[in-house]
């Protein structure tokens, strides 16, 4: 039984030894060969040591996800082979060291082929250091499926280049020999294999990096943050492109610091946004409100990771939705989105800034770890620069100032709730905003009925207004369905791949897929709903966050739930245990 | 020619009588005529306290925040706009309680502000409990047996952040803080006006008259502002005789936005927004193909 470009590996080893950054390598020469690929790290809160691993999914179909089922293991470590022998296929390969305490005959009896390779002799003799390892053990994965050996030589030539000649070279001699070896001695006995195809190039890239990137085009020119993972990167890329687009970073004290200075910043006209995690988010609340009253423009990026408190740094959660909608004292506008694949997280990247000053208010993009860190192939005529637009809402520009025939009132009485916005600088446009309740004209009214009725009713009208921006849920498969399973932001991919195989497999199952979460869109929700089979939410969090969302909004009661909380995204394979289980 | 009628706001104070925000206000508003800055070429960043009501009060560009922050949101706005002059105006609670990290990295980055304390050692809109600043067995309601904590000394702690314009001033000396203020919202880079200004309702210890007893002018004297270590020795002056005026100064350190290559071009909210092409976003393509 052969199986050509169907396959998923796991490269694992301790921290430390280029787990991420080789296993990313491998990605880019992976879609250098046309295939399509999901990759995910998973790695441990900690700078050495332990165990992390990054597995790699390819396939000849676009896919969104990555699966269970590994076929092939590239085991750097000991514990690696221990951890992940039972994730393998039967007749799925094992690559580990040769001269090792790895036992073969333990691995056969579990229907695993061991590939002994001497991956130490060949880093140290062939590149000179024994870090070469994971070259080593990449080269022999490549041999032995057969892939492009070019692909791989031209990733690494490309990547170690900053490092000179001699690295490249080092690491070019390694991982050929690692292919020579792995070609020779095991390819002939293994059944999944790799071959080059042709297709347009595609990107390898993560979801943090794909909305930095949106947002970087969108007019972001200002990042405010605390380093939390998972949403660092995303201040580590702002900080490589800012000199060359125009755009700084500060890194700050804490993150009431970092979003309170891109509260600043808005103030006076400069898309600015603050990335975080749930920590961070929790000590930004405060200001949330400030933006809401000042009826200030704001993007927070929050990328989820399971708490509470620290809960699990290096993991994913779906567990901040509710807090998300309702943080910060008091009512006010705002608007969540929760992209659900890399292309929506590059869009979203500009759209965020767009609805913060078109709303004048806060706008939260919600993501988790999982698509954060999720590597996958994208293809660039997918990112569409011609929809990339700017739009500042009701922004007063200096023409529009010079000829004011009235006073300004900043906060001036609209039907749909939105005051035209002027920033200072202009003579025309001289006022004072204020966390207080306040007048049109900014002047804090702190006692006043009438004031304060007329003035949170009309910050209130913009969530109104903004249903307008707001599109229903994403649906996908028949229209008519026993189960219609209901899921938001990152988990889509899975969801989605699940709704196929389990309709391959005679079922009627298909799916609605929040992206843009609120303000909430009742009225196209219920017209779905009414559609709807029997309802499930899958959720990376223990309480049915969305289940509880749609009874509060539409009175829906969901009949079930598929729930994880184990701090990893969901798998197809995961969707699909918990709807058997649900509809037994 | 700007004159203080284009700072007069039609909201009145709401301060006490005799209250000393009134110096302090009074005298940034004569500082902005002397050094010409008209009302829409600044703004006023405060926080909360009676002393954080000041923009509401000022005919110019404001922003009343919420409680500790005034500072580092300040110093966002700077960086997005550094052709505003940006004054910061709030207490020591503010300041010196929830905003201390903000102070002493506000400091620490030389950001480009003049931050005005409003510095009566206690809370005065909370109805009277001691402050960072209030001195050592002052008793108040929160402080029933006296305070037991050191006060925050704001100008020693400036100096030892590495502030390059540390000042003191006291309300009353209305023509002695304009001048201070005026010095400051002409530095480069952060300015520290800590401001002896009496509650008059819930501080009966410092008062006009504590302050008037105590304070002595800096500048009578043979002080050396670019002398950091006399500047230090000064700083610690706190009791039977309190020295006011500029501590410390010094001009040739860049403020944090000038070593920003993105910023030497223009103000970054003049620069233009909706000029990247599909060019710029293959360029970025390129790194992950």
Known sequence: ?584 | MVTRQDYASPVRPTWCPGCGNFGTWNSLKKALVKVGLEPHEILIVSGIGCGSKLPDYTHANGLNTIHGRPVIIASGAQLANHRLKIITTHGDGDSFGLGLSHFINAARRNIDLVDIIQDNQIYGLTKGQYSPTSDPGFVTVTSPHGAIENRINPVLLALSVGATFVARGFARDVEHLSWLIAEALQHRGYALVDVMQPCVTFNRQNTYDWYGERAYKLQESDHDTGDLQAALQKAQEWGERIPMGIFYQREDQPAYHEYLNVLQAAPLVDQPLGQWTEEHLQDLVEEYV
């Open chain 1, 1 to 584: 039984m052969r199986i050509t470009n169907n396959m998923t590996f796991l490269f694992g080893g301790a921290a430390g030894q280029g787990i991420e950054s080789n296993g990313a390598g491998f990605a880019k020469a992976l879609a250098r060969t046309g295939l399509h690929v999901v990759a995910v790290p998973d790695y441990m809160s900690r700078i050495r040591g332990g165990h992390n691993f990054y597995q790699l999914r390819v396939s000849e179909q676009p896919i969104l996800t990555h699966e269970e089922p590994v076929h092939m293991v590239m085991a750097l470590d000991e514990r690696t082979v221990e951890e992940h022998t039972r994730d393998l296929v039967p007749g799925g390969g094992m690559i580990y060291e040769q001269d090792s305490k790895v036992d073969a005959a333990a691995l056969e009896a579990q229907d695993v082929q061991p590939f002994p390779a001497p991956l130490k002799r060949i880093a140290n003799e062939a590149g000179g250091s024994e870090v070469m390892i994971n070259m080593a053990a990449l080269g022999v994965a490549a041999g032995i499926t057969g892939m492009d050996y070019e692909a791989m030589a031209g990733v690494v030539r490309q990547g170690f280049l900053k490092k000179g000649e001699d690295v490249v070279r080092a690491n070019l001699e390694v991982s050929r020999q690692g292919y020579d070896l792995g070609q020779e001695r095991y390819a002939a006995g293994f059944d999944w294999k790799l071959g080059s195809r042709e297709a347009p190039q595609r990107m390898t890239i993560d979801g943090n990096a794909i909305f930095a990137m949106g947002a970087l085009l969108g007019g972001c020119k200002m990042v405010c943050a605390y380093p939390m993972t998972p949403a660092t990167p995303v201040l580590h890329w702002f900080a490589g492109h800012g000199d060359r687009y125009g755009a700084i970073i500060k890194h700050v004290e804490d993150e009431i610091a970092a979003v309170n200075m891109a509260i600043g910043a808005n103030f006076v006209g400069v898309r600015a946004m603050a990335p975080t995690s749930g920590g961070g988010f929790s000590l930004m609340t405060e200001a949330l409100g400030l933006a809401g009253i000042s009826e200030t423009p704001l993007v927070v990026f929050l990328s989820q990771r399971p708490g509470p408190s620290t809960g699990m740094p290096t993991r994913s959660s779906q567990g901040d939705l509710l807090f998300t909608l309702f943080a910060s004292q008091d009512e006010f506008p705002r608007l969540v989105i929760a992209p659900h694949t890399h292309e929506e997280t590059f869009t979203t990247g500009w759209r965020a800034f767009n609805l913060a000053e078109k709303y004048q208010t806060l706008v939260v993009v919600l993501l988790d770890h999982h698509l954060s860190s999720m590597v996958r192939t994208v293809l660039p005529a997918d990112l569409h620069m011609d929809q990339v637009t700017i739009d500042r809402g009701k922004w007063l520009d200096r023409a529009a100032l010079d000829n004011l025939s009235e006073p300004y009132l900043r906060y001036k009485m609209t039907d749909d709730g939105i005051s035209p916005r002027a920033v200072p600088g202009h003579p025309n446009a001289v006022y004072s905003a204020t966390s207080d309740e306040h007048h049109e004209d900014g002047h804090i009214d702190s006692e006043s009925v009438a004031t304060r009725t007329a003035m949170h009713a009309k910050r209130l009208r913009k969530f109104q207004t903004a249903l307008a921006d707001i599109r229903p849920p994403f649906t996908y498969g028949p229209d008519e369905a026993e189960v219609t399973l209901i899921g938001w932001g990152a988990s889509y991919g899975a969801i989605r791949e699940a709704v196929d195989r389990a309709n391959a497999d005679g079922a009627r199952v298909n799916m609605l897929h929040f992206v843009d979460i609120w303000p909430f869109p009742v009225e196209p929700v219920q017209a779905l709903l009414n559609k709807a089979g029997r309802t499930l939410t899958v959720e990376n969090n223990a309480m049915g966050q969305m289940g509880m969302l749609l009874r509060m909004m539409t009175g829906h009661q969901v009949a079930g739930s598929i729930l994880t909380w184990d701090g990893r995204g969901f798998t197809p394979e995961d969707v699909l245990a918990g709807l058997q289980k649900e509809v037994r």
